[in-house]
């Protein structure tokens, strides 16, 4: 008899959404969700929780779309959940390409101005307004997701998984209080702690890479009405934290295959001011009240596809993640192709 059938290694959005899809479509199934340190405090606690109906494939598309269900559903059945609906504006020299990135449910139309004017539009770019756009407190709404799975799942927090071995029989985690924890199956939901000695070599064949993620907090309180806009040139955001009574500017920053356990320094004097460049091309009012900020990092998959994929022949090993700086928004769909490959199927009553 194993400790459990699945063993999702890593509490953060998507082990905690994988852990839920388990359970609702295997109401039955003996699932436990370990992670080093307590749930929601990799990527997700700093994520800045944009989801907006967008994707460069047709699969990402379709992951947009039904994590956006799903979001829409979640806050439905409980209006108290910190995911905030927002109207959404879209700015972008590439016509052709936003209509072949956005879903028709986003509604783009085309618009004259951002939020009456705070917004720059550069000479070339077009603007369109859209719906289908939210932000989340996604440590928040994790916390809350693990409170309500607690009374079916086994939480083993502050345990670090030292070892992955699958076996034909089953997977055996080495647990770092000297245990072992047997599964039928396992999950590594591990954000961007892609290199841990525990998986790296499970890992290193799907050519991910960990990307430094950044972005700077914009002092002023955002009007009741204002809503996220997306710069597509820049694939950048500025996003109205109406929680936290501030703006945060999200932008590409270029720093490759950082550790996550050594990101502790703070927004370097270079990428500050890289990012307000980037903000003073819009919102030359916002840029100089850019002064902070937060900074970890994210995986990014050679495809910029999410990976949900097998990591033995067995299929008793199987990674999810990798979802290049939108794991909150994809989440939910990550989380249902990890439950069809783990062969739950919905309505199951025991897993395999
Ligand atoms: C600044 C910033 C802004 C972002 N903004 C957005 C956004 O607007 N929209 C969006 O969609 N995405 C955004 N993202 C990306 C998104 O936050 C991440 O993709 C997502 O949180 C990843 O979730 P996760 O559960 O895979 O990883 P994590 O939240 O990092 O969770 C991984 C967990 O694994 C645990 N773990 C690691 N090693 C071990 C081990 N050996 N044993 C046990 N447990 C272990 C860690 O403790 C951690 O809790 C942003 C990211 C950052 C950093």
């Avoid at 979001?71 to 209509?99: Q, R």
């Amino acid at each position: 008899m194993t400790d459990a059938d699945i063993a999702v290694i890593g509490g953060g959005v998507i082990g905690c959404l994988i852990a839920r899809e388990i359970t609702t479509r295997a109401p039955q199934s003996r699932v436990a969700v370990i992670d080093r340190d307590v749930v929601a405090c990799g990527a997700t606690r700093r994520s800045a929780g944009l989801h907006f109906p967008r994707g460069t494939t047709p699969r990402v598309r379709e992951m947009a779309d039904l994590s956006q269900t799903s979001y829409e559903e979640l806050l439905g059945d409980e209006p108290s959940l910190p995911i905030h609906p927002l109207a959404l504006s879209v700015l972008s020299s590439n016509a052709a390409g936003v209509e072949r990135t956005y879903l028709g449910r986003a509604g783009l139309t085309p618009a004259q101005d951002v939020h009456g004017g705070l917004i720059t539009v550069p000479r070339g770019t077009s603007v369109w307004t859209g719906r289908g756009c939210h932000y989340a407190d996604v440590g928040a709404l994790t916390e809350a997701l693990a409170r309500h799975l607690r009374p079916r799942v086994a939480f083993r927090e502050g345990t670090r998984v030292t070892a992955v071995e699958p076996g034909s029989a089953a997977v055996t985690l080495r647990l770092s209080t000297g245990e072992s924890f047997s599964a039928s199956k396992a999950v590594l939901a591990p954000g961007p702690w892609l290199a841990d000695p525990a998986w790296r070599s499970l890992v290193e064949p799907l050519g991910a890479r960990v990307k430094k993620v950044i972005a700077l907090h914009v002092d002023g309180v955002p009007e009741a009405h204002a809503g996220a806009v997306v710069f597509e040139d820049e694939d950048a955001f500025l996003l109205p934290l109406h929680h936290r009574g501030h703006w945060l500017f999200s932008y590409t920053c270029q720093e490759w295959d950082v550790e996550p356990d050594d990101i502790a320094e703070g927004i370097s004097a270079a990428h500050l001011a890289e990012a307000r460049a980037c903000l003073e091309r819009y919102a030359p009012g916002l840029a100089a009240r850019a002064t902070s900020g937060r900074v970890f990092c994210d995986a990014y998959s050679p495809t910029r596809e999410p990976l949900v994929r097998a990591l033995d022949d067995s299929a008793r090993v199987v990674f999810a993640g990798a979802a290049n700086g939108s794991g909150y928004r994809l989440a939910p769909a990550i989380a249902a192709e990890t439950a069809d490959l783990l062969r739950i199927l919905p309505g199951q009553r025991k897993s395999a």
